[in-house]
């Protein structure tokens, strides 16, 4: 299993990012797919996610109104868009896959699959 995650880079506060995860040995319409993010010195935190069926999406309330999840079926890909970025928002971005009940998906250990990450750096 792969997930390719990119997109990310240098933005300034207040600017757009769209993260996209490439997912290859894994059917992302059979997963829950979740977006989590690690500052240096921090825990890994959710971001995201968005269910199995695509039906219901769930937001950390420190993005919910600026970002949103959403999926591709036919191109097995799982995207992240990003707005009105804070600097706050200067992270690490994961792709993570999960096969848990929807109960959990907001907990990093609920995922078995993850990407190598992507680099998101938001200047005030």
């Known amino acids: 299993v792969q997930l390719q995650a990119s997109g990310g880079g240098l933005v300034q506060a207040g600017g757009s990012l769209r993260l996209s995860c490439a997912a290859s040995g894994l059917t992302v319409s059979r997963h829950h797919m979740g977006w989590f993010r690690q500052a240096p010195g921090n825990a890994r935190d959710f971001v995201a996610a968005?269910?199995?069926?695509?039906?219901?999406?769930y937001y950390a309330d420190s993005v919910k109104g600026r970002f949103t999840i959403s999926r591709d079926n036919a191109k097995n890909m799982v995207y992240l868009q990003m707005n009105i970025l804070k600097a706050e928002d200067t992270a690490v971005y994961y792709c993570?896959?999960?096969?848990?009940?929807?109960?959990?998906?907001?907990?990093?250990?609920?995922?078995?699959?993850w990407g190598q990450g992507t680099q998101v750096t938001v200047s005030s």
């Open positions: 993570a896959g999960s096969r848990a009940v929807l109960s959990s998906i907001g907990s990093p250990g609920a995922y078995g699959y």
């Open positions: 968005i269910s199995w069926s695509g039906g219901r999406t």
